[in-house]
């Protein structure tokens, strides 16, 4: 008897372990804002359970990695849809920022780093240079290329363009209390750690 209440505790274990990751795989797959839901079923209005609680010691790292990324997701969407102004598309937004923040760079580096064709890249340039956002100057070690760098137009855009960008969420930020924007960058400090600590790369089972 003793054997037989064990092996249905194992099967009971298995389906729960089952139910958890297809879940989590759900969430991760949402198209649409459904995905902000990640009360892991709870009613919207239900109080959340005090930290240091039963739940602390249920979180599944892959359920908690598939909720991440499914807001990721929707951060994303809405970031694009937000208007940047001053005819800073999206892509001119990404390409600026690296070149802000990475500094210069060949057009075939900008290109493999924002993953288009260089005739893509090139026509970008050619139009973000014209707008007087960026500049061509003498590759410091090949005489016969360039590099592309941002200009002080081209920083001061990127800064407006950011602060447009972003300005809902600065507000929705700005509604919380004291304590849960301590939290919230609490949380953020830990995410940024995560990522910097992920190996991207396909491990050999995912091979």
Do not use: C, F, Y
Request: glycine share 10%.
């Amino acid at each position: 008897m003793g054997k037989k209440s064990k092996g249905k505790g194992k099967d009971k274990g298995a389906r729960k372990e089952r139910k958890r990751a297809l879940l989590a795989a759900a969430r991760a797959a949402a198209p649409q804002d459904a995905d902000l839901d990640i009360t892991n079923g709870a009613a919207p209005d239900s109080p959340a359970e005090p930290s240091g609680g039963p739940r602390d010691q249920r979180v599944d790292p892959a359920e908690l990695a598939a909720r991440l990324a499914s807001l990721s997701t929707v951060l994303q969407r809405h970031l694009a849809r937000a208007d940047v102004g001053d005819g800073l598309t999206r892509s001119r937004l990404s390409a600026l920022a690296l070149l802000v923040l990475g500094g210069p760079r060949t057009l075939g580096e900008l290109a493999a780093a924002e993953h288009v064709r260089p005739p893509t890249m090139t026509r970008m340039v050619q139009a973000m240079e014209s707008d007087g956002l960026v500049e061509r100057t003498p590759h410091p070690r090949d005489g016969r290329s360039v590099v592309i760098g941002a200009t002080a137009a081209g920083i001061e855009q990127l800064e407006s363009g950011r602060a447009r960008q972003i300005a809902p969420l600065a507000a929705a930020v700005s509604a919380l209390t004291a304590g849960e924007r301590a939290r919230l960058e609490e949380a953020s400090d830990l995410l940024g750690r995560v990522l910097r600590q992920t190996t991207w790369e396909p491990t050999t089972e995912d091979a």
